[in-house]
């Protein structure tokens, strides 16, 4: 990841300064600017102007801007991670209602949690000229496959099966990303394809009863 040149443009004198702010304020700064403009748009200046501080304030955290992006991306992953354990955690004896609220979980980052799918939007973006976050993203898609192989396969009792069905799963949940950042969706699209994957994912698998 490319460094951005350091420069003497500074903030007027007004500006607060040095150790105030903590790291974590500059790495949600960074979150929020990705969010809203894409990778492209994480420069230390126009951060530091949102924050109202000085340029200098920064290395006082990061040593360079491609030190903060890593950070960033690094950070978001984590909890990605986390997510997946406390998804994990909730497991009930019932794996049908399991792979439902999973079908919630895996879809609430186009809902309610609009913002961390713009987040992975852009960083599957930069995935695909970084050969570093290319590695981190193939780390976490599959750790989040493994999970859906998991809930599948308590379901099935299928281990191929259960693969199969999961990478289908989760390629169509990174497509809905897709489809869903578009402006001027259907109010109701995220619930319409949530339910052809319950349908054809999920309940059509299922063992038919047989006819009289």
């Known amino acids: 990841m490319a460094a951005s040149s350091k420069t003497s443009t500074s903030l007027p004198a007004t500006a607060k300064d040095g150790p105030r702010l903590k790291r974590e ?15 492209d748009q994480l420069k230390i200046l126009t951060l530091a102007q949102a924050l109202q501080v000085t340029r200098g304030s920064f290395y006082w955290h990061f040593a360079d801007h491609a030190e ?17 354990l ?7 004896q019932d794996p049908l209602a399991d792979l439902s609220m999973l079908l919630d979980e895996a879809l609430a980052h186009s809902g309610e949690e609009l913002e961390n799918m713009r987040f992975e939007l852009a ?49 169509t949940i990174v497509g ?30 299922l063992p038919q009863p047989q006819a009289r």
């Open 86 to 92: 406390r998804i994990e955690g909730r497991q009930t």
């Open 176 to 205: 809905c990303f897709q489809a869903l950042s578009r402006p001027g969706n259907p109010a109701r699209s995220k619930d319409y394809f949530k339910s052809i994957i319950a349908t054809f994912l999920i309940q059509a698998q």
């Open 25 to 39: 304020d500059w790495l949600q700064a960074a979150f929020n600017a990705v969010v809203e403009g894409g990778v």
């Open 68 to 84: 903060l992006l890593q950070a960033t991306i690094q950070g978001w992953k984590a909890l990605e991670i986390q997510r997946l």
């Open 123 to 171: 960083v599957r973006a930069l995935g695909r000229r970084d050969e570093q976050v290319a590695a981190m993203l193939v780390e976490l898609d599959h750790a989040r496959t493994q999970l859906f192989v998991k809930q599948f396969n308590r379901l099935f009792h299928d281990t191929q099966k259960a693969t199969d069905l999961a990478v289908l799963f989760y390629l």
